[in-house]
C-alpha cells in the first residue's frame, strides 16, 4: 500500500495521520480491505462490464481534507485510461463509493457526460499555482464550455463508470474529510499494452521513478510489470491480466 499527503503540506512536517493522509493506494493487498473488491453488490454490476473473469487492477480510499485555500484538494479533468497499460477500455470499469454524503461542498465528482464514446487525450499537470498533487494529472484540451454533472451522493452510494469517462472533482470547501473508496475492476480477458512512444509514456516514467526512489523498483521496468504484480483475481480465472 501507499500513502499520500496533500501538495499543500510539507514533506518534513508530514507524520500519518487521518488528518494528513489523502489516500491509500492499493489496499487491496490487504486481506480484510480486500473484501471491499468481492461485495455481491458490487460486483453484480462489475460483472455486466467485466464478464466472468475479473481483476481487481487498482484501489484507493481517498481522504480529501478540508482545503488550505491553495485548492490544492481539487482533481483535475482526466481519463483513468491514462493510467492503465491494458484493453480494451469498455472491459474495465471504475466503482466509486461514498463513505459518508458527498456534495459540491466538499468536493464531489464532477463528470462530463458521454465522453466515454470519445478517445483517451493527452493529460499533463495542470498550471496550478497553488501547486499539483503527485500524478493528478490533467487532460489537455476539453472543451470547457461543455455540460457537466456533478455527482451528489449519500454515504454508502456506488458510481460505475468507463475508464474514458473525463471526471474530476471539486475543491474541498468543508471542514470535514471527504472519504470515498475507489476501485477499478478489469476483465481477465483484457490484454496489456506497451505505452513506449503514446501520450501514457510520461506516466509510466513518472511512476517508475516514484518507485524506484521509494522501494528500488527497476528502473528498466515497465507500467505492464507494475501491474502484473499488483492486479489480483476476484473471481473467475486468471486468463491474461
Ligand atoms: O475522488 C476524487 O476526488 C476523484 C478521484 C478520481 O477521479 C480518480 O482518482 O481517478
Request: aromatic share 10%; glycine share 6%; hydrophobic share 35%.
Amino acid at each position: 500500500m501507499m500513502i499520500m499527503r496533500d501538495v499543500s503540506i510539507e514533506k518534513s512536517k508530514f507524520v500519518p495521520s487521518e488528518e494528513l493522509i489523502t489516500k491509500v493506494q492499493n489496499f487491496h493487498q490487504d486481506e480484510e480491505l480486500f473484501r471491499y473488491c468481492t461485495l455481491p453488490e458490487i460486483l453484480k454490476y462489475v460483472e455486466c462490464f467485466t464478464g466472468p473473469n475479473i481483476m481487481v487492477v487498482h484501489t484507493m480510499m481517498i481522504n480529501k481534507p478540508p482545503d488550505s485555500g491553495k485548492k490544492t484538494t481539487r482533481h483535475p479533468f482526466h481519463q483513468d485510461l491514462h493510467y492503465f497499460p491494458f484493453r480494451p477500455s469498455n472491459r474495465i470499469v471504475a466503482a466509486w463509493t461514498a463513505m459518508e454524503q458527498v456534495n459540491r461542498n466538499n468536493g464531489c465528482l464532477s463528470v462530463l457526460p458521454g465522453t466515454h464514446k470519445g478517445c483517451l487525450k493527452p493529460h499533463s499537470y495542470p498550471p496550478w499555482e497553488g501547486g499539483v498533487n503527485i500524478m493528478y494529472y490533467g487532460i489537455q484540451g476539453y472543451d470547457e464550455n461543455s455540460p457537466r454533472v456533478h455527482l451528489e451522493m449519500e454515504k454508502g452510494d456506488t458510481v460505475f463508470f468507463h475508464p474514458l469517462l473525463i471526471h474530476g472533482s471539486g475543491w474541498n470547501k468543508s471542514q470535514g474529510y471527504r472519504k470515498v473508496i475507489s476501485c477499478h475492476f478489469a476483465s481477465a480477458d483484457c490484454h496489456y499494452v506497451d505505452v513506449k512512444g503514446t501520450s501514457q509514456e510520461s506516466f509510466e516514467k513518472d511512476i517508475l521513478e516514484t518507485l524506484h526512489k521509494l522501494y528500488g523498483f527497476p528502473e528498466d521496468a515497465s507500467l505492464k510489470d507494475i501491474f502484473r504484480l499488483n492486479v489480483q483475481l476476484v473471481k473467475g480465472e486468471r486468463t491474461n491480466l
